[in-house]
Structure formats: C-alpha cells, structure tokens
C-alpha cells in the first residue's frame, strides 16, 4: 500500500515567543491563529481523508481551524504530543537558575541513551514512540491523511525515517540542531509498504509559502 501524510507544525504559541519553559498546554497567539487560517487555506486543495492531531491545545487549536476549513474529522492521539518536559520545568521563567539546570540536565537526556532527567521524556521514549507512531499512520486505511504536530516530534519521526539504524544519541542530536522547522510549516511523507525498510521516503520539508 502507498500513502501520503501532511504534517504541518501548530501555528505560533504563547509558549513560542514567553519568557516561560512553555508550559503543556500553551494556546495559539494572535498570530498564531491567523498561520492556522493560512494553512487551512492551503490544504483545503488537497485530497487527504481526515485529520490527526495531537491533543495539546496549540495542536488542537490548530487542527481544528483546518477541520473547520475543509470539513473532515479529527482524531487525537497522543502519540504525536510533543516531547515531555519535566513536570518541574514547565511554565517556570527562562531566568530561573534551578530550572535552568534541570532544562540543561533534560538536554542531555534527549540524546544520551538510558539518562533521565526527572519525569522528563528521554531518547529511548522519544525512539519508541517514533517508531510507534509512523506504525500507526502506516496501518491507517486512509491512502492520504494530514497529522498536526510539534517541531521537534516532527524531527523526531524524520530523522528516526533518514537516519535509520545508525540513529544514536549524536547522530540525533547534530539532526535537531540543523534542521528547524517554521510554525505551521508543511512536510510530506510518502510511505509504500512494498519497500520493506525504505518504507518511509521524505518528499517536501517545511515548505512555508502560505506565510508569505
């Protein structure tokens, strides 16, 4: 079986522009909201069958603007959240020190296999649900379908497709420092079950012309 799937980033956040660790359920600016109606605009020219969100509430503010734009339905899943901070670094200033160790001690886990920070999510959770959440777009019926999600799960699922088996704490790091990706951003990921490992192939990144 071949499909498509959009991924597009939710739209600017409070969280994005704060002086704040952003919290897990920061909402969508001003500005972020008129980037959903941008994007909305944009895939409302594309033949995909329903919507997959995550459920954080610049995701879900997000994919339903589109929803409201194209009439399909959304389903939520967490499996495409974004990456989890520790509950004691959410919502805390950028200038607290305390919370500046702890975020620097999370750093270090999203690339060090087996090291945890707190309650914070680490490499081999971020690797498990990669993997997890690209088998349960392939399993899905639809032959076309549009994911909203966060930066940098996104880069996440991308660089566990590129890197493949020689993804380790480095290669995966140097991938997230080099590659960004702009609110509401548009990717495409074509998936063909007959290629076996080579399954998932990237074929647009980030295109973000409807911003203008």
């Known amino acids: 079986m071949k499909k498509t799937v959009y991924f597009v980033r939710h739209g ?18 001003e500005k972020g909201r008129e980037q ?5 605009e944009r895939v409302a020219a594309f033949s995909f069958e329903s919507i997959v969100s995550s459920p954080l509430t610049r995701a879900k ?22 990456r989890r901070k520790p509950t004691n670094l959410n919502g805390k200033s950028h200038a607290d ?21 707190q309650d914070g999510e680490n490499f081999d959770e971020l690797m498990l649900r990669a993997a997890q959440a690209l088998k349960h777009l392939a399993n899905r019926p639809e032959k076309e379908l549009l ?3 966060h930066g940098f799960f996104l880069r996440t699922m991308v660089a ?15 991938f997230q420092y080099r590659v960004r990706t702009q609110n509401t951003g548009l990717s495409v990921l074509e998936f063909d079950s007959e290629l076996g490992d080579l ?3 990237l074929l647009v990144w980030n295109d973000h012309a409807h911003l203008g």
């Open 12 to 29: 600017q956040s409070e969280g994005n522009v704060g002086t704040v660790y952003q919290p897990l359920n920061s909402p969508l600016t």
């Open 36 to 40: 959903a109606k941008y994007i909305a």
């Open 61 to 82: 503010e997000t994919a339903e603007t589109i929803a409201e734009r194209v009439k399909k339905p959304i389903e939520f899943s967490d499996l495409f959240v974004e």
């Open 97 to 117: 020190e305390d919370a500046q160790a702890l975020n620097n001690d999370w750093e270090k886990s999203l690339y060090t296999s087996g090291y945890r920070a």
């Open 147 to 149: 994911v909203v999600t």
């Open 160 to 174: 566990y497709i590129i890197l493949g088996k020689k993804i380790d704490g480095d290669a995966f790091k140097h």
């Open 199 to 201: 399954s998932w192939r």
